[in-house]
Protein backbone atom coordinates (compact mmCIF):
# COMPACT_ATOMS: atom_id res chain seq x y z
CA UNK A 1 0.00 0.00 0.00
CA UNK A 2 1.18 3.40 -1.01
CA UNK A 3 -0.36 5.59 0.98
CA UNK A 4 -3.01 5.52 4.14
CA UNK A 5 -6.66 6.48 3.13
CA UNK A 6 -6.65 10.21 3.52
CA UNK A 7 -3.13 10.70 4.25
CA UNK A 8 -1.73 13.75 5.71
CA UNK A 9 1.29 13.25 6.69
CA UNK A 10 1.55 15.80 9.35
CA UNK A 11 -2.09 14.13 10.99
CA UNK A 12 -1.94 14.01 14.60
CA UNK A 13 -4.83 11.45 14.40
CA UNK A 14 -5.36 7.96 13.71
CA UNK A 15 -6.17 7.10 10.53
CA UNK A 16 -7.25 3.23 11.89
CA UNK A 17 -10.38 1.99 9.92
CA UNK A 18 -12.31 -0.87 11.00
CA UNK A 19 -12.83 -3.03 7.85
CA UNK A 20 -15.67 -5.95 7.13
CA UNK A 21 -13.07 -8.68 7.94
CA UNK A 22 -11.76 -7.29 10.90
CA UNK A 23 -8.71 -6.44 9.67
CA UNK A 24 -7.69 -2.98 10.65
CA UNK A 25 -5.86 -0.02 8.58
CA UNK A 26 -1.83 -0.95 8.32
CA UNK A 27 -0.42 2.85 8.21
CA UNK A 28 -1.95 4.37 11.48
CA UNK A 29 -0.17 7.79 11.83
CA UNK A 30 1.82 8.21 15.87
CA UNK A 31 4.25 10.96 15.40
CA UNK A 32 5.35 10.71 18.79
CA UNK A 33 6.55 6.94 17.94
CA UNK A 34 7.77 7.15 14.05
CA UNK A 35 11.37 8.37 15.03
CA UNK A 36 12.12 6.14 17.84
CA UNK A 37 14.99 3.61 17.40
CA UNK A 38 15.52 0.67 19.65
CA UNK A 39 19.09 0.43 21.06
CA UNK A 40 19.16 -3.13 20.72
CA UNK A 41 16.91 -4.76 18.10
CA UNK A 42 15.02 -8.09 19.47
CA UNK A 43 15.74 -11.15 18.02
CA UNK A 44 13.49 -13.27 19.70
CA UNK A 45 11.08 -13.36 16.41
CA UNK A 46 13.26 -12.15 14.33
CA UNK A 47 12.57 -14.35 10.82
CA UNK A 48 15.96 -16.44 10.29
CA UNK A 49 15.44 -16.00 6.03
CA UNK A 50 12.69 -14.22 5.22
CA UNK A 51 13.58 -11.13 4.07
CA UNK A 52 13.74 -8.23 6.86
CA UNK A 53 16.52 -5.21 6.95
CA UNK A 54 18.22 -5.23 10.14
CA UNK A 55 16.02 -2.80 11.89
CA UNK A 56 12.94 -0.78 11.60
CA UNK A 57 9.69 -0.37 9.82
CA UNK A 58 9.11 -2.21 6.57
CA UNK A 59 6.63 -2.44 4.02
CA UNK A 60 5.42 -2.49 0.14
CA UNK A 61 7.90 -3.89 -2.29
CA UNK A 62 8.64 -1.88 -4.61
CA UNK A 63 10.89 -1.85 -7.76
CA UNK A 64 11.92 -5.55 -7.95
CA UNK A 65 13.89 -6.45 -10.88
CA UNK A 66 17.06 -8.73 -12.11
CA UNK A 67 19.67 -6.10 -13.95
CA UNK A 68 23.16 -7.33 -14.73
CA UNK A 69 23.29 -10.20 -13.18
CA UNK A 70 21.85 -8.61 -9.73
CA UNK A 71 18.51 -8.70 -8.12
CA UNK A 72 17.32 -5.65 -6.54
CA UNK A 73 14.31 -4.99 -4.25
CA UNK A 74 13.35 -1.50 -3.10
CA UNK A 75 10.81 -1.65 0.08
CA UNK A 76 8.81 1.29 1.67
CA UNK A 77 11.15 1.58 4.81
CA UNK A 78 11.13 4.15 7.85
CA UNK A 79 15.13 4.55 8.58
CA UNK A 80 14.25 6.39 12.12
CA UNK A 81 11.93 3.86 13.80
CA UNK A 82 9.47 0.67 14.17
CA UNK A 83 5.96 2.38 13.08
CA UNK A 84 5.10 3.99 9.42
CA UNK A 85 6.67 7.02 8.99
CA UNK A 86 9.86 8.92 7.64
CA UNK A 87 9.05 6.67 5.06
CA UNK A 88 11.92 6.26 2.13
CA UNK A 89 12.76 3.77 -0.79
CA UNK A 90 14.87 1.41 1.19
CA UNK A 91 17.17 -1.15 -1.22
CA UNK A 92 18.98 -4.55 -1.21
CA UNK A 93 20.94 -6.53 -3.66
CA UNK A 94 21.36 -10.36 -4.06
CA UNK A 95 22.49 -12.83 -6.14
CA UNK A 96 19.76 -15.91 -5.49
CA UNK A 97 16.98 -13.92 -3.80
CA UNK A 98 17.65 -15.39 -0.56
CA UNK A 99 20.82 -13.90 0.87
CA UNK A 100 21.26 -10.05 0.43
CA UNK A 101 23.32 -7.23 1.14
CA UNK A 102 21.55 -3.86 2.27
CA UNK A 103 22.51 -0.49 0.70
CA UNK A 104 21.89 3.49 1.40
CA UNK A 105 18.20 4.12 0.79
CA UNK A 106 17.74 5.10 -3.51
CA UNK A 107 14.76 7.31 -2.97
CA UNK A 108 13.82 9.59 -0.24
CA UNK A 109 11.95 12.81 -0.31
CA UNK A 110 13.91 15.44 -1.96
CA UNK A 111 12.40 17.79 -4.77
CA UNK A 112 9.34 19.77 -4.77
CA UNK A 113 7.28 16.86 -6.69
CA UNK A 114 7.88 14.93 -3.57
CA UNK A 115 8.10 16.47 -0.52
CA UNK A 116 5.23 14.84 1.10
CA UNK A 117 6.48 11.10 0.32
CA UNK A 118 8.07 8.86 -2.02
CA UNK A 119 5.55 6.05 -2.29
CA UNK A 120 5.13 3.06 -4.23
CA UNK A 121 5.96 2.41 -7.82
CA UNK A 122 8.53 0.23 -10.14
CA UNK A 123 10.84 -0.79 -12.37
CA UNK A 124 11.35 -1.20 -16.09
CA UNK A 125 14.50 -1.88 -17.91
CA UNK A 126 14.44 -0.42 -20.88
CA UNK A 127 16.22 -1.84 -23.83
CA UNK A 128 19.54 -0.24 -24.45
CA UNK A 129 19.27 1.78 -21.59
CA UNK A 130 18.73 1.10 -18.68
CA UNK A 131 16.34 0.65 -15.20
CA UNK A 132 13.77 3.36 -14.55
CA UNK A 133 12.00 3.92 -11.16
CA UNK A 134 8.51 5.33 -11.80
CA UNK A 135 7.11 5.90 -8.65
CA UNK A 136 4.44 7.92 -6.62
CA UNK A 137 5.01 11.76 -5.51
CA UNK A 138 3.06 13.65 -2.96
CA UNK A 139 3.56 17.51 -3.55
CA UNK A 140 1.25 18.94 -0.54
CA UNK A 141 -0.49 18.06 2.52
CA UNK A 142 -3.94 17.42 0.28
CA UNK A 143 -2.39 14.22 -0.57
CA UNK A 144 -2.09 15.54 -4.39
CA UNK A 145 -0.67 12.57 -5.65
CA UNK A 146 1.85 12.62 -8.85
CA UNK A 147 3.79 9.94 -10.85
CA UNK A 148 7.57 10.66 -10.86
CA UNK A 149 10.81 9.45 -12.61
CA UNK A 150 13.94 8.64 -11.36
CA UNK A 151 17.37 6.42 -12.83
CA UNK A 152 20.32 5.41 -11.85
CA UNK A 153 23.27 8.18 -11.29
CA UNK A 154 25.58 5.63 -12.77
CA UNK A 155 24.64 2.71 -14.43
CA UNK A 156 28.09 0.90 -14.28
CA UNK A 157 27.55 0.94 -10.30
CA UNK A 158 26.41 -2.92 -10.22
CA UNK A 159 24.67 -2.11 -7.38
CA UNK A 160 22.60 0.82 -8.45
CA UNK A 161 23.37 2.96 -5.02
CA UNK A 162 22.48 6.41 -6.50
CA UNK A 163 19.83 7.38 -8.40
CA UNK A 164 18.16 10.89 -9.89
CA UNK A 165 14.95 12.54 -10.37
CA UNK A 166 15.14 15.06 -13.31
CA UNK A 167 13.91 18.36 -12.37
CA UNK A 168 12.87 19.07 -16.01
CA UNK A 169 11.02 15.99 -16.36
CA UNK A 170 9.41 15.46 -12.96
CA UNK A 171 6.45 15.17 -12.47
CA UNK A 172 5.44 13.32 -16.05
CA UNK A 173 2.36 12.79 -14.45
CA UNK A 174 -0.31 14.66 -13.08
CA UNK A 175 -4.23 13.56 -12.27
CA UNK A 176 -6.61 15.53 -14.64
CA UNK A 177 -9.03 17.99 -13.19
CA UNK A 178 -11.80 15.20 -13.94
CA UNK A 179 -10.05 12.86 -11.97
CA UNK A 180 -9.69 12.24 -7.74
CA UNK A 181 -5.72 13.55 -7.22
CA UNK A 182 -5.75 12.20 -3.60
CA UNK A 183 -6.59 8.50 -5.00
CA UNK A 184 -4.08 8.29 -8.15
CA UNK A 185 -0.97 5.98 -6.77
CA UNK A 186 1.20 2.86 -7.34
CA UNK A 187 2.42 2.97 -11.23
CA UNK A 188 3.40 -0.65 -12.64
CA UNK A 189 6.06 -2.01 -14.46
CA UNK A 190 5.53 -0.87 -18.11
CA UNK A 191 5.13 -2.69 -21.17
CA UNK A 192 5.86 -2.39 -24.92
CA UNK A 193 3.11 -2.74 -27.44
CA UNK A 194 3.80 -3.34 -30.94
CA UNK A 195 1.83 0.34 -31.87
CA UNK A 196 5.09 1.97 -30.90
CA UNK A 197 4.27 3.16 -27.62
CA UNK A 198 5.14 2.20 -23.65
CA UNK A 199 1.92 1.09 -21.33
CA UNK A 200 1.48 1.08 -17.81
CA UNK A 201 -1.15 1.37 -15.34
CA UNK A 202 -2.09 3.65 -12.19
CA UNK A 203 -4.45 2.42 -9.52
CA UNK A 204 -7.30 4.87 -8.55
CA UNK A 205 -10.59 4.80 -7.31
CA UNK A 206 -14.01 6.96 -9.16
CA UNK A 207 -16.54 7.47 -6.31
CA UNK A 208 -16.26 4.12 -5.14
CA UNK A 209 -15.42 2.17 -8.55
CA UNK A 210 -11.82 1.02 -8.69
CA UNK A 211 -9.65 1.85 -11.63
CA UNK A 212 -6.80 0.68 -13.50
CA UNK A 213 -6.41 4.27 -15.61
CA UNK A 214 -3.92 3.26 -18.75
CA UNK A 215 -1.49 5.89 -19.45
CA UNK A 216 0.70 5.47 -23.09
CA UNK A 217 4.25 6.98 -24.08
CA UNK A 218 6.59 6.38 -27.12
CA UNK A 219 9.66 8.37 -24.85
CA UNK A 220 8.59 7.25 -21.45
CA UNK A 221 8.90 10.71 -20.68
CA UNK A 222 5.70 12.54 -21.74
CA UNK A 223 2.73 9.94 -21.14
CA UNK A 224 -0.72 10.13 -22.20
CA UNK A 225 -4.08 9.06 -20.61
CA UNK A 226 -6.15 6.83 -22.27
CA UNK A 227 -9.59 7.39 -22.83
CA UNK A 228 -11.03 4.73 -20.93
CA UNK A 229 -9.33 2.78 -18.12
CA UNK A 230 -7.81 -0.40 -19.12
CA UNK A 231 -10.41 -1.94 -16.50
CA UNK A 232 -12.50 -1.47 -13.31
CA UNK A 233 -15.08 -2.44 -10.98
CA UNK A 234 -17.72 -0.99 -9.02
CA UNK A 235 -18.11 -1.34 -5.45
CA UNK A 236 -14.59 -2.24 -4.86
CA UNK A 237 -13.40 0.68 -3.51
CA UNK A 238 -9.65 2.22 -4.30
CA UNK A 239 -7.17 -0.10 -6.48
CA UNK A 240 -3.84 0.04 -4.99
CA UNK A 241 -0.55 -1.40 -6.01
CA UNK A 242 -1.90 -2.73 -9.35
CA UNK A 243 -0.22 -5.16 -11.53
CA UNK A 244 -0.58 -6.35 -15.23
CA UNK A 245 1.57 -9.63 -16.70
CA UNK A 246 1.14 -12.18 -18.52
CA UNK A 247 1.16 -16.24 -18.57
CA UNK A 248 1.56 -18.79 -20.63
CA UNK A 249 -1.23 -21.09 -21.27
CA UNK A 250 1.24 -24.10 -20.78
CA UNK A 251 4.36 -25.01 -18.68
CA UNK A 252 5.72 -22.90 -15.54
CA UNK A 253 7.94 -20.26 -17.89
CA UNK A 254 7.07 -16.90 -16.89
CA UNK A 255 6.56 -14.15 -19.74
CA UNK A 256 7.83 -10.64 -20.43
CA UNK A 257 5.64 -8.11 -19.26
CA UNK A 258 5.88 -7.12 -23.27
CA UNK A 259 4.64 -10.54 -24.24
CA UNK A 260 0.87 -10.17 -25.37
CA UNK A 261 0.28 -13.41 -27.76
CA UNK A 262 -3.57 -13.23 -27.43
CA UNK A 263 -3.70 -14.10 -31.47
CA UNK A 264 -1.72 -17.43 -30.95
CA UNK A 265 -3.93 -18.25 -28.39
CA UNK A 266 -1.44 -19.21 -26.08
CA UNK A 267 -1.07 -15.88 -23.25
CA UNK A 268 -3.59 -14.68 -21.01
CA UNK A 269 -3.35 -11.35 -18.32
CA UNK A 270 -2.94 -11.23 -15.14
CA UNK A 271 -4.63 -8.25 -13.19
CA UNK A 272 -4.11 -7.82 -9.37
CA UNK A 273 -5.09 -4.89 -7.22
CA UNK A 274 -4.76 -4.71 -3.60
CA UNK A 275 -7.70 -3.38 -2.28
CA UNK A 276 -7.98 -0.61 0.12
CA UNK A 277 -11.27 -1.34 1.72
CA UNK A 278 -10.84 -5.35 2.94
CA UNK A 279 -7.07 -4.89 2.97
CA UNK A 280 -6.70 -7.86 1.05
CA UNK A 281 -5.34 -8.61 -2.73
CA UNK A 282 -7.61 -10.12 -5.64
CA UNK A 283 -6.38 -11.13 -8.93
CA UNK A 284 -8.61 -11.73 -11.87
CA UNK A 285 -7.76 -14.15 -15.06
CA UNK A 286 -8.33 -12.76 -18.87
CA UNK A 287 -7.34 -11.42 -22.29
CA UNK A 288 -5.92 -8.17 -22.84
CA UNK A 289 -6.79 -6.71 -26.31
CA UNK A 290 -4.00 -4.57 -27.34
CA UNK A 291 -5.36 -2.92 -30.49
CA UNK A 292 -8.71 -1.49 -27.76
CA UNK A 293 -6.35 -1.27 -24.79
CA UNK A 294 -9.41 -3.32 -22.59
CA UNK A 295 -8.79 -6.18 -20.18
CA UNK A 296 -11.74 -8.73 -19.87
CA UNK A 297 -11.83 -11.27 -16.97
CA UNK A 298 -13.03 -14.62 -17.67
CA UNK A 299 -15.77 -15.66 -16.04
CA UNK A 300 -14.26 -18.30 -13.84
CA UNK A 301 -13.83 -15.84 -10.97
CA UNK A 302 -15.54 -13.44 -9.45
CA UNK A 303 -14.37 -9.57 -10.48
CA UNK A 304 -14.06 -8.38 -6.74
CA UNK A 305 -14.51 -9.02 -3.55
CA UNK A 306 -14.99 -12.37 -3.17
CA UNK A 307 -12.80 -13.18 -6.37
CA UNK A 308 -9.39 -15.34 -6.69
CA UNK A 309 -6.62 -14.06 -3.97
CA UNK A 310 -2.78 -14.53 -3.97
CA UNK A 311 -2.56 -15.51 -0.52
CA UNK A 312 -5.69 -15.32 2.40
CA UNK A 313 -3.48 -13.90 5.15
CA UNK A 314 -0.68 -11.41 5.77
CA UNK A 315 -0.39 -10.59 2.31
CA UNK A 316 -0.98 -6.97 1.16
CA UNK A 317 1.29 -4.77 -1.82
CA UNK A 318 2.33 -7.58 -3.79
CA UNK A 319 4.82 -6.65 -6.77
CA UNK A 320 5.98 -9.18 -9.29
CA UNK A 321 8.95 -8.98 -11.59
CA UNK A 322 10.05 -10.98 -14.81
CA UNK A 323 13.22 -12.75 -13.82
CA UNK A 324 15.28 -13.09 -17.70
CA UNK A 325 18.33 -15.30 -15.91
CA UNK A 326 15.63 -17.83 -15.24
CA UNK A 327 12.21 -17.29 -17.24
CA UNK A 328 10.33 -16.85 -14.61
CA UNK A 329 7.81 -14.61 -12.88
CA UNK A 330 8.47 -13.61 -9.25
CA UNK A 331 6.30 -12.63 -6.40
CA UNK A 332 7.31 -10.62 -3.73
CA UNK A 333 4.69 -9.06 -0.92
CA UNK A 334 4.75 -7.44 2.57
CA UNK A 335 3.81 -9.80 5.04
CA UNK A 336 1.90 -7.02 7.75
CA UNK A 337 2.69 -7.59 11.89
CA UNK A 338 -0.38 -8.72 14.08
CA UNK A 339 1.59 -7.44 17.40
CA UNK A 340 1.10 -4.23 18.70
CA UNK A 341 2.68 -0.84 18.05
CA UNK A 342 4.63 -0.55 21.30
CA UNK A 343 5.51 -4.12 20.73
CA UNK A 344 6.93 -3.28 17.58
CA UNK A 345 9.13 -0.46 18.77
CA UNK A 346 10.47 -2.42 22.18
CA UNK A 347 11.32 -4.81 19.57
CA UNK A 348 12.98 -2.64 17.10
CA UNK A 349 11.62 -3.69 13.95
CA UNK A 350 8.44 -4.35 12.09
CA UNK A 351 7.42 -6.07 9.16
CA UNK A 352 8.45 -8.74 6.84
CA UNK A 353 8.51 -9.78 2.48
CA UNK A 354 7.24 -13.01 2.13
CA UNK A 355 9.35 -15.48 0.82
CA UNK A 356 9.62 -14.66 -3.31
CA UNK A 357 7.52 -16.79 -5.59
CA UNK A 358 7.46 -18.16 -8.36
CA UNK A 359 4.35 -17.89 -10.32
CA UNK A 360 2.59 -19.79 -13.28
CA UNK A 361 -0.90 -20.50 -14.32
CA UNK A 362 -2.23 -24.36 -13.41
CA UNK A 363 -3.39 -26.34 -16.11
CA UNK A 364 -7.27 -25.69 -15.96
CA UNK A 365 -6.55 -21.90 -17.04
CA UNK A 366 -8.79 -20.85 -13.83
CA UNK A 367 -6.37 -19.47 -11.25
CA UNK A 368 -2.68 -19.30 -10.16
CA UNK A 369 -0.19 -21.58 -8.49
CA UNK A 370 2.71 -20.58 -6.69
CA UNK A 371 6.16 -21.94 -5.34
CA UNK A 372 9.03 -20.58 -2.87
CA UNK A 373 11.79 -19.88 -5.24
CA UNK A 374 14.26 -23.20 -5.80
CA UNK A 375 17.02 -20.95 -4.26
CA UNK A 376 15.32 -21.53 -0.97
CA UNK A 377 16.52 -25.14 -0.51
CA UNK A 378 19.82 -24.12 -0.23
CA UNK A 379 19.39 -23.08 3.16
CA UNK A 380 17.96 -27.13 4.13
CA UNK A 381 20.01 -28.26 6.48
CA UNK A 382 19.66 -31.72 9.07
CA UNK A 383 16.55 -33.56 7.42
CA UNK A 384 14.14 -36.32 8.75
CA UNK A 385 11.52 -38.00 7.05
CA UNK A 386 8.32 -40.10 8.21
CA UNK A 387 6.77 -42.09 5.67
CA UNK A 388 3.30 -44.45 5.80
CA UNK A 389 2.42 -43.15 8.96
CA UNK A 390 -1.67 -43.78 9.71
CA UNK A 391 -3.04 -41.25 11.92
CA UNK A 392 -6.46 -42.28 13.98
CA UNK A 393 -9.10 -40.12 15.26
CA UNK A 394 -7.20 -38.07 18.16
CA UNK A 395 -3.69 -39.14 17.42
CA UNK A 396 -0.88 -36.29 17.39
CA UNK A 397 2.57 -37.45 16.51
CA UNK A 398 5.81 -34.80 17.30
CA UNK A 399 8.11 -34.73 14.10
CA UNK A 400 11.55 -34.26 16.12
CA UNK A 401 15.01 -33.55 15.13
CA UNK A 402 14.81 -30.40 13.70
CA UNK A 403 14.44 -26.98 14.57
CA UNK A 404 11.30 -26.59 14.29
CA UNK A 405 10.85 -22.88 15.11
CA UNK A 406 13.04 -22.58 11.94
CA UNK A 407 11.78 -25.62 9.00
CA UNK A 408 10.69 -25.91 5.99
CA UNK A 409 7.94 -28.95 6.15
CA UNK A 410 6.93 -31.02 2.63
CA UNK A 411 4.02 -33.71 3.06
CA UNK A 412 1.73 -35.48 1.47
CA UNK A 413 -1.85 -36.86 3.31
CA UNK A 414 -3.68 -39.39 1.89
CA UNK A 415 -6.90 -40.81 2.98
CA UNK A 416 -8.50 -44.21 1.85
CA UNK A 417 -12.48 -42.62 1.34
CA UNK A 418 -14.50 -39.60 1.68
CA UNK A 419 -17.44 -41.16 3.01
CA UNK A 420 -17.80 -39.60 6.15
CA UNK A 421 -16.94 -36.03 4.64
CA UNK A 422 -19.23 -33.42 6.00
CA UNK A 423 -22.25 -32.17 4.32
CA UNK A 424 -21.57 -29.06 3.06
CA UNK A 425 -23.57 -25.98 3.84
CA UNK A 426 -24.36 -23.70 0.90
CA UNK A 427 -24.39 -20.49 2.83
CA UNK A 428 -20.67 -21.01 3.81
CA UNK A 429 -19.48 -18.93 1.03
CA UNK A 430 -16.81 -17.37 3.33
CA UNK A 431 -13.75 -19.85 4.08
CA UNK A 432 -12.67 -17.40 7.01
CA UNK A 433 -15.83 -17.72 8.99
CA UNK A 434 -16.02 -21.31 8.31
CA UNK A 435 -11.99 -21.83 9.53
CA UNK A 436 -13.09 -20.24 12.78
CA UNK A 437 -16.60 -22.29 13.26
CA UNK A 438 -14.81 -25.53 12.14
CA UNK A 439 -11.20 -25.02 13.95
CA UNK A 440 -8.68 -28.05 14.50
CA UNK A 441 -10.28 -28.94 17.67
CA UNK A 442 -13.36 -29.29 16.44
CA UNK A 443 -13.46 -33.55 15.13
CA UNK A 444 -14.70 -34.38 11.90
CA UNK A 445 -15.68 -36.84 9.30
CA UNK A 446 -12.35 -36.10 6.57
CA UNK A 447 -10.29 -33.75 8.63
CA UNK A 448 -9.29 -31.74 10.22
CA UNK A 449 -5.86 -33.08 9.76
CA UNK A 450 -2.46 -31.19 9.28
CA UNK A 451 0.62 -29.94 11.12
CA UNK A 452 0.79 -27.92 14.31
CA UNK A 453 3.53 -25.08 13.55
CA UNK A 454 5.06 -23.64 16.27
CA UNK A 455 3.79 -25.44 19.10
CA UNK A 456 4.73 -25.82 22.68
CA UNK A 457 5.52 -28.74 24.38
CA UNK A 458 1.96 -29.49 26.03
CA UNK A 459 -0.25 -27.37 23.36
CA UNK A 460 -0.94 -24.18 25.56
CA UNK A 461 0.58 -22.76 22.22
CA UNK A 462 -0.02 -24.04 18.38
CA UNK A 463 -0.75 -22.46 14.91
CA UNK A 464 -2.20 -25.43 13.27
CA UNK A 465 -2.12 -25.09 9.50
CA UNK A 466 -4.72 -27.66 7.86
CA UNK A 467 -7.64 -29.63 5.34
CA UNK A 468 -10.99 -30.53 5.99
CA UNK A 469 -13.02 -31.56 3.34
CA UNK A 470 -17.11 -31.27 2.75
CA UNK A 471 -19.48 -33.47 0.39
CA UNK A 472 -21.14 -30.87 -1.95
CA UNK A 473 -23.99 -32.33 -4.26
CA UNK A 474 -21.72 -32.13 -7.11
CA UNK A 475 -18.60 -32.33 -5.80
CA UNK A 476 -16.05 -32.47 -2.54
CA UNK A 477 -15.25 -28.77 -1.15
CA UNK A 478 -11.76 -28.35 0.53
CA UNK A 479 -10.83 -25.72 2.98
CA UNK A 480 -7.22 -25.30 3.93
CA UNK A 481 -6.81 -23.10 7.48
CA UNK A 482 -3.85 -21.23 9.63
CA UNK A 483 -5.78 -20.72 12.31
CA UNK A 484 -3.63 -18.17 14.77
CA UNK A 485 -6.30 -18.18 17.69
CA UNK A 486 -4.10 -20.50 19.69
CA UNK A 487 -0.66 -19.40 18.36
CA UNK A 488 0.34 -16.89 21.76
CA UNK A 489 -0.84 -17.01 24.91
CA UNK A 490 -0.72 -13.10 24.71
CA UNK A 491 -4.04 -11.64 24.68
CA UNK A 492 -3.64 -8.52 23.24
CA UNK A 493 -2.58 -9.92 19.64
CA UNK A 494 -4.58 -10.16 15.98
CA UNK A 495 -5.23 -13.80 15.72
CA UNK A 496 -6.89 -14.27 13.05
CA UNK A 497 -8.79 -17.67 11.40
CA UNK A 498 -7.18 -17.64 8.23
CA UNK A 499 -8.91 -19.55 5.28
CA UNK A 500 -9.39 -20.09 1.94
CA UNK A 501 -11.16 -23.21 -0.55
CA UNK A 502 -8.72 -25.19 -2.74
CA UNK A 503 -9.77 -26.26 -6.15
CA UNK A 504 -7.99 -29.76 -6.22
CA UNK A 505 -8.77 -33.13 -8.27
CA UNK A 506 -8.97 -35.86 -4.88
CA UNK A 507 -9.43 -38.41 -7.33
CA UNK A 508 -6.37 -39.38 -6.17
CA UNK A 509 -7.49 -38.86 -2.28
CA UNK A 510 -4.75 -37.02 -1.85
CA UNK A 511 -3.55 -33.44 -0.55
CA UNK A 512 -0.35 -32.05 -0.36
CA UNK A 513 1.17 -29.13 2.26
CA UNK A 514 4.22 -26.68 2.64
CA UNK A 515 4.84 -24.65 5.77
CA UNK A 516 7.81 -22.71 5.69
CA UNK A 517 7.99 -21.87 9.55
CA UNK A 518 10.51 -19.12 10.47
CA UNK A 519 9.66 -17.90 14.54
CA UNK A 520 7.55 -15.27 13.60
CA UNK A 521 5.66 -16.51 10.52
CA UNK A 522 4.06 -19.60 9.11
CA UNK A 523 3.64 -19.51 5.36
CA UNK A 524 2.02 -22.57 3.80
CA UNK A 525 1.21 -23.61 0.39
CA UNK A 526 -1.60 -26.07 -0.01
CA UNK A 527 -2.22 -28.67 -3.43
CA UNK A 528 1.18 -27.59 -4.76
CA UNK A 529 0.40 -23.52 -4.41
CA UNK A 530 -3.30 -23.50 -5.47
CA UNK A 531 -3.95 -21.96 -2.08
CA UNK A 532 -1.61 -20.29 0.22
CA UNK A 533 -1.83 -18.41 3.49
CA UNK A 534 0.83 -16.44 5.51
CA UNK A 535 0.18 -16.11 8.95
CA UNK A 536 2.19 -13.79 11.89
CA UNK A 537 2.41 -15.21 14.85
CA UNK A 538 4.21 -14.32 18.04
CA UNK A 539 4.38 -17.61 20.54
CA UNK A 540 5.46 -16.95 24.16
CA UNK A 541 6.32 -20.35 24.90
CA UNK A 542 6.89 -22.11 21.63
CA UNK A 543 9.87 -19.76 20.75
CA UNK A 544 13.50 -21.20 19.61
CA UNK A 545 14.43 -24.97 21.08
CA UNK A 546 11.17 -24.95 22.72
CA UNK A 547 8.93 -24.57 19.61
CA UNK A 548 8.01 -28.07 18.59
CA UNK A 549 6.15 -29.45 15.36
CA UNK A 550 3.12 -32.50 14.93
CA UNK A 551 1.09 -33.84 12.51
CA UNK A 552 -2.05 -34.55 13.60
CA UNK A 553 -5.56 -35.91 12.39
CA UNK A 554 -9.16 -35.12 14.38
CA UNK A 555 -11.28 -36.24 11.98
CA UNK A 556 -13.27 -39.85 12.01
CA UNK A 557 -11.36 -41.00 8.68
CA UNK A 558 -8.22 -42.37 9.25
CA UNK A 559 -5.23 -40.30 7.34
CA UNK A 560 -2.05 -41.60 6.31
CA UNK A 561 1.06 -39.17 6.14
CA UNK A 562 2.19 -40.80 2.92
CA UNK A 563 5.26 -38.47 3.01
CA UNK A 564 6.87 -36.16 5.26
CA UNK A 565 10.06 -34.37 4.56
CA UNK A 566 11.19 -31.54 6.81
CA UNK A 567 14.84 -29.70 6.86
CA UNK A 568 15.84 -27.51 9.62
CA UNK A 569 16.55 -24.29 7.78
CA UNK A 570 20.13 -21.96 7.54
CA UNK A 571 19.76 -18.52 8.61
CA UNK A 572 20.14 -16.26 5.52
CA UNK A 573 22.80 -14.14 4.94
CA UNK A 574 22.47 -10.41 5.67
CA UNK A 575 25.14 -7.18 4.75
Not at 71 to 87: C, D, E, M, S, T
Not at 193 to 211: N, Q
Not at 231 to 250: I, N, Q, R
Request: hydrophobic content about 35%; overall charge positive.
Amino acid sequence: MALPYCLTVIAVFSLCVICNNGVEAFHEIYPDLQSISARTVSKIHRTGYHFQPHRNWINDPNGPMYYNGVYHLFYQYNPKGAVWGNIVWGHSVSKDLINWKELEPALYPSKPFDKYGCWSGSATVLPGKGPVILYTGVINKHSNEVQCYAIPENTSDPFLRKWIKPNAINPIIVAEHNMNGSVFRDPTTAWWSEDGHWKMLIGGRSKDRGMAYLYRSKDFVKWIRAKHPIHSAASTGMWECPDFYPVSLKGKNGLDTSVVGNRLNRVKHVLKNSLDVTRYEYYTIGTYFMNEDRYIPDNTSEDGWGGLRYDYGNFYASKSFFDPSKRRRILWSWANESDSKEDDVKKGWAGIQAIPRTVWLDSHGKQLVQWPVEELNSLREKEVKINNKKLKKGNYVEVKGITAAQADVEVTFSFSSLDKAETFDSRWVNAQDLCAQKGSKVEGGVGPFGLLTLASKNLEEFTPVFFRIFKAPNKHVVLMCSDARSSSLKRELYKPSFAGFVDVDLAHKKLSLRSLIDHSVVESFGAGGRTNILSRVYPTLAIKKNAHLFVFNNGTEHITVEKLKAWSMKSARRN
